[in-house]
């Protein structure tokens, strides 16, 4: 929202209020403006978002937390891959 480093995902429609977790509806958020935002619309906020939200392109942004990876979920994520 503010075009701070993100360090969560928020739901542009909440999914309280009918949303769904979906590439459409899903933006990287600093803290602050998560927490601020919480289960709000941006029209209540007085917010506007800069771009249309939608799925990464490319490969490379599934890698960023590679090192992360729960052992247990290695051979589902091998299969995936």
Not at 1 to 30: F, I, K, M
Request: aromatic share 10%; glycine share 4%.
């Amino acid at each position: 929202y503010c075009s701070d480093a993100a360090d969560t995902v928020d739901h542009v429609l909440p999914l309280s209020r009918g949303g769904l977790h979906e590439w459409a509806n899903v933006v990287a958020s600093c803290k602050r403006d998560n927490l601020t935002k919480a289960d709000l619309l941006l029209s209540e906020l007085g917010w506007a978002l800069s771009f249309q939200p939608r799925a990464p392109e490319g490969h490379l942004w599934r890698l960023r937390y590679l090192a992360d990876v729960d052992p247990l979920w290695e051979p589902y994520l091998a299969a995936a891959s």
